[in-house]
């Protein structure tokens, strides 16, 4: 079975200061994607970033960054310098590409508020 | 629209009534899932189709809930005899459905049952 930790349920922190979002993974899958996505206050699931299992290079998109390490099945989301329309909900999740269902799970998320 | 669009936004229901959720998906994406999420939860995988097919029901809690999408697009979530623990905002999602594709979610259907 698949599953996502994110162990953090709120996190809170001053503007311009760097925050990690954890994620920790379980998948039997060898092939396997993994993904983050935001949901703002009004609600819609904004998609970040998908990773998929054979790729895990770190990536670098602005202020935003992403650890991805098989080794420790995690895949964690730095943001730098975070300002306060940062302030959110994140969830990572995780699909496989074998075994018939590409169902995304997700973890159950969590809240960034950055105050000013 | 350019998004996925779902309707009704909002839907207030008494205890035992029936209820319909409708999502119309992205042009062209064959693939559409249904999600749940309850307050402070991570959205909860109901059903997903291919084209017209259920290519994974496996998140249906019981068999008042089920959904249909009879010509590959606009897909219609059922759900019979509500009860309260049925409120939740439902989440349609769409995706061209090639492996490891990104999900592109509506705002959501939000449901309550008195």
């Known amino acids: 079975a698949q599953k996502v930790t994110q162990a953090q349920t709120e996190i809170s922190v001053v503007e311009k200061e760097d925050v990690t979002l954890d994620c920790v993974y379980e998948?039997?899958?060898?092939?396997?994607?993994l993904f983050w996505y935001k949901q703002p206050p009004s609600g819609e699931l904004v998609f970040l970033i998908r990773?998929?299992?054979?790729?895990?290079q770190n990536e670098i998109s602005g202020r935003y960054s992403w650890n991805f390490q098989k080794s420790t099945s995690s895949f964690n989301f730095t943001i730098t310098a975070s300002q306060v329309v940062d302030s959110a909900v994140y969830f990572c999740a995780l699909s496989g590409a074998q075994g018939g269902s590409e169902k995304l799970v997700f973890g159950k998320g969590t809240k960034l508020t950055v105050n000013p | 629209g350019a998004g996925v669009s779902q309707t009704p936004s909002n839907k207030v229901t008494e205890k035992g009534k029936y209820v319909e959720l409708r999502c119309d998906p992205i042009s062209g994406h064959t693939a559409l899932y249904w999600y749940r999420q309850s307050l402070g939860q991570g959205p909860e995988f109901l059903i997903y189709?291919?084209?017209?097919?259920?290519?994974?029901d496996s998140g249906l809690p019981n068999d008042r809930f089920f959904a249909v999408r009879p010509e590959g697009s606009v897909s219609t979530l059922k759900i019979q005899r509500t009860e309260r623990g049925d409120s939740a905002v439902y989440l349609c999602?769409?995706?061209?459905?090639?492996?490891?594709?990104?999900?592109?979610f509506g705002e959501g259907s939000r449901l309550t049952v008195l």
């Open positions: 999602a769409s995706t061209l459905g090639t492996t490891g594709a990104e999900l592109f």
């Open positions: 990773r998929n299992s054979f790729d895990e």
């Open positions: 189709f291919q084209g017209t097919g259920a290519a994974d």
């Open positions: 998948t039997r899958d060898t092939t396997y994607y």
